[in-house]
């Protein structure tokens, strides 16, 4: 009888969890998709997540500026309690990144809706190849000012959103390279640094211009990452993803963009972020795969939601499928970038300007005719007809080089400088100090022309710099901080230190105090040198 009564309440424990998980809804399916998530309702969801399967645990990426904890599901089968678990059976992290803007909440929707169902399967195939982290409220200061005022154009939900930006009003954004947030400096050093995703996608939704699909993405773009992670994904990954999204779960979708000219769709479709501020592209130049989700703002918020979850399975089934394809090819770039840094010829170049050209084969966006309008302030505006039309145009995403550097063995940084310091180690960078006094043929950067912008940029006057390099051997005393670009972050170190990178330390007032004299005319050497070639550098790990 004992056994009996033992067996039942196992069974009863058992149904009561798998039933309590089928029940579990998130606020946009509970409301009919006409209110969003706040900050407790998520953590009330994936706290029953938790409770009801042992392949999910929670981490804390970051805690926000007004206290809030930025969570981390890590879901796997089995559960890795380190990134050292991976090592005997190799599986591919996959990183998703929601609600970095808080008025864009599809994404934030859809991830719950995703590792639910996904965490339902009893067995599911994805985990046998992928550990799946996902964080679904990555500005959960920006979240708790939902409201019906914000982003009163999109279509829904109608009880409201929250803001773009973060406590501090930063846009989390644009803050990739200075790394100013909590947010930003926990996904860094908690997601980027400790488990090195494989892939990263990030979730937002878009306000441009008028068409039919409520799901739209793109690959990153920045030139000066590997380029042939961004010929991958053109190629391969964005048009298979792009075909199961549509093909598997009838979702319409194209690649994401805007018209230079919504009266002249065949002018074309631009993709115009280029920077690594912007954190896909960021996460390109650390030579991994990075995805941008953009759902459509004038589709139906259910639309957008279930658009973003359809995305995500067709993201997971691509990346459990090529598992092994994704990790041969990123460990082949991670070596081809440490081996350039050993020694770099004089091919090997930064690009400090860089423009934009169409790929060979057109796309087709299903749009509307727009119409002229002026506001009371004479600006330009458009007015979406019903007169819906397909345009097959060029699509401008290939950004290329037209202006290069070349690309250094090292460089040395004349500060020591702790919050410069503190960022390139946040950053996964290896800093080095020299052992002794040291005499090094380096190029040093003249400045010309140093101007700050006239209005504030996320809190800064970002700078723009001119001169040349002037090239000559220098004496460096021991303890001089050293930079090698034989790591697989190298291109992230050429594009913070490099004096005219167009998205470095430079440009965000980093190195300002040190490019002037407290006294008298003129400027002072740029503390950043380049050692171009290989050298017998003495160094040690700089603690």
């Known amino acids: 009888m004992k056994s009996i009564l033992g067996f039942l309440i196992i069974l009863l424990i058992t149904i009561s969890k798998i039933t309590g998980q089928i029940n579990l809804q998130t606020v946009a399916e509970k409301s009919n998709f006409k209110s969003t998530s706040d ?5 009330i969801f994936i706290d029953q997540l938790r409770k009801s399967s042992p392949y999910i645990r929670i981490e804390n990426i970051a805690t926000s500026v007004e206290g809030r904890e930025v969570p981390l599901m890590i879901i796997g089968n089995p559960l890795p ?8 059976k190799k599986r591919l992290v996959v990183y998703i990144q929601a609600d970095i803007h808080a008025g864009e909440v599809e994404g934030k929707e859809a991830v719950l809706m995703y590792v639910r169902d996904l ?6 195939e994805i985990l046998k190849n992928v550990v799946l982290l996902v964080c679904p409220l990555f500005n959960p200061d920006g979240n708790e000012k939902i409201s019906p005022l914000n982003r009163t154009y999109q279509n829904g939900p109608v009880n409201g959103v929250g803001v773009r930006y973060n406590g501090q009003l930063l846009d989390l954004n644009r803050d990739a390279m200075k790394a100013e947030s909590p947010e930003v400096r926990g996904v860094l050093t908690n997601v980027f640094d400790k488990w090195d995703p494989a892939v990263f996608m990030d979730c937002h939704t878009t306000d ?3 068409h039919v699909e409520p799901t739209t993405f793109t690959w990153m773009v920045n030139p000066n990452g590997d380029n042939s992670l961004i010929a991958y994904m053109r190629d391969k990954m964005m048009p298979e993803m792009s075909k199961t999204l549509s093909g598997k779960y009838k979702t319409e979708n194209c690649f994401y963009g ?6 002249d769709p065949d002018k074309g479709w631009v993709l115009d972020a280029s920077e690594p501020r912007y954190m896909s592209n960021y996460y390109g130049i650390r030579n991994r795969l990075g995805i941008l989700n953009e759902n459509y703002v004038y589709a139906d918020f259910k639309s957008r939601v279930m658009g973003c979850y359809w995305l995500i399975h067709s993201l997971l089934d691509y990346s459990s499928l090529h598992k092994s394809e994704i990790e041969n090819m990123l460990n082949d770039v991670d070596k081809r970038t440490i081996a350039r840094g050993v020694n770099p010829s004089p091919a090997d170049s930064f690009a400090i300007e860089y423009k934009i050209r169409p790929l060979t084969d057109k796309i087709t966006i299903r749009t509307y005719e727009a119409e002229l309008i002026k506001d009371t302030n004479g600006r330009r505006n458009y007015k979406r007809t019903d007169r819906q039309k397909d345009v097959t145009v060029p699509y401008f995403i290939d950004y290329y080089p037209t202006k290069n550097v070349r690309f250094p063995f090292a460089y040395i940084l004349t500060t020591h400088d702790p919050v410069i310091t503190d960022l390139l180690k946040t950053h996964g960078i290896k800093v080095e100090k020299l052992l002794s ?3 090094i043929d380096v190029q040093r950067f003249e400045i010309s022309e140093l101007k700050g912008e ?3 940029n996320q809190g800064h006057y970002t700078n723009t710099i001119n001169g040349k390099y002037i090239s000559g051997p220098m004496d460096f005393p021991a303890g001089t901080l050293v930079v090698r670009t034989a790591q ?3 291109n992230l170190i050429a594009y913070l230190l490099e004096p005219q990178s167009n998205d470095g330390l430079v440009v965000w007032n980093f190195f300002d105090r040190y490019l002037v004299p407290q006294w008298g005319m003129g400027y002072s050497p740029c503390p950043v040198y380049k050692v171009l070639d290989k050298v017998d550098l003495k160094t040690a790990e700089a603690k």
């Open 39 to 43: 900050y407790n309702d998520v953590k």
């Open 119 to 124: 965490l339902h399967e009893k067995n599911p």
């Open 437 to 439: 006094d040291s005499k």
């Open 454 to 456: 006239a209005r504030l």
């Open 81 to 88: 309690k380190s990134p050292k678990d991976l090592a005997a």
């Open 208 to 210: 441009g211009s008028y």
């Open 258 to 263: 805007e018209f230079f000219d919504m009266l």
């Open 488 to 490: 697989p972050l190298g």
